[in-house]
């Protein structure tokens, strides 16, 4: 079963403007985290921001925040005031408990975001 | 820190020929994640180690893959015979699992290496 959703496989942003990028999970952990991460054409990948599941507030880490939505179980990257090089993929991950008791992450098959100038 | 340092960047290989790729974690951490990135399947979840022990292998494709982490500073993951359909790029991560708990710290973020862009005609 699908645990992340990535539903935008790509988006084209005029530069300046805000962007959302949708993320669903599933899980039945009461105890979860997600992670928002940045992969430009370089290929290396960027961690750009988390929420636990039991923080109080949304998420926030300079241009980024997370729209958390807990009873939707959305996690969505809003990205503010968009620049050129904010074009990449973008992946939402999940920290989710294995059968032996550890935590891995379980990543969204990724948004490729296009800023136009 | 030089951060997870991959090698090599690029391989171009023939069916049927082994396959090794390198990964150095970061020094300190206690966890290594191996991860394969297609454009069908997105990020996949191989194999990963904590305190240099195999933990969970269940994202291991079929027994043509291995992998190995035989110090804190060193791991392997080996194709053997190598398929076009294993072409990929592969990403080494590393980070530090709460001692004791096998738990991400909370907000830890998994550090990425460079990626192999593995390719098997």
């Known amino acids: 079963a699908q645990k992340i959703t990535q539903t935008q496989p790509g988006m084209f942003v005029q530069e300046k403007e805000a962007v959302t990028l949708d993320c669903t999970y599933d899980?039945?952990?009461?105890?979860?985290?997600l992670f928002w991460y940045k992969q430009p054409s370089s290929g290396e990948m960027i961690f750009l921001i988390y929420?636990?599941?039991?923080?109080?507030q949304n998420a926030t880490e300079g241009r980024y925040s997370l729209n958390f939505q807990k009873a939707r179980k959305s996690a969505n990257l809003v990205i503010s005031a968009s620049q050129l090089g904010d074009s990449a993929m973008y992946f939402c991950?999940?920290?989710?408990?294995?059968?032996?008791?550890?935590?891995?992450?379980?990543f969204g098959t990724g948004t490729r975001l296009t800023i136009i100038p | 820190d030089a951060g997870v340092i991959q090698s090599p960047r690029h391989e171009v290989t023939e069916m049927g020929q082994e396959v090794t790729l390198r990964c150095k974690p970061i020094?300190?951490?206690?966890?290594l994640f191996w991860y394969r990135q297609t454009m069908m399947r997105g990020l996949e979840l191989l194999i990963y180690?904590?305190?240099?022990?195999?933990?969970?292998d269940s994202g291991m494709p079929e027994d043509r893959f291995s992998a190995k982490m035989p110090n804190a500073s060193f791991s392997t993951l080996k194709i053997q015979p190598s398929e076009p359909r294993d072409s990929a790029v592969y990403f080494c991560?590393?980070?530090?699992?709460?001692?004791?708990?096998?738990?991400?710290?909370?907000?830890?973020?998994?550090?990425f290496g460079s990626g192999t862009q593995l390719s098997v005609l």
């Open positions: 991560a590393s980070s530090f699992l709460t001692p004791g708990q096998g738990k991400l710290t909370p907000g830890e973020k998994l550090f």
């Open positions: 899980t039945s952990d009461p105890s979860y985290g």
């Open positions: 929420q636990g599941s039991y923080d109080q």
């Open positions: 991950a999940m920290r989710e408990t294995t059968n032996f008791g550890n935590e891995k992450l379980t």
């Open positions: 020094s300190g951490h206690n966890s």
């Open positions: 180690f904590n305190n240099n022990v195999p933990i969970d």
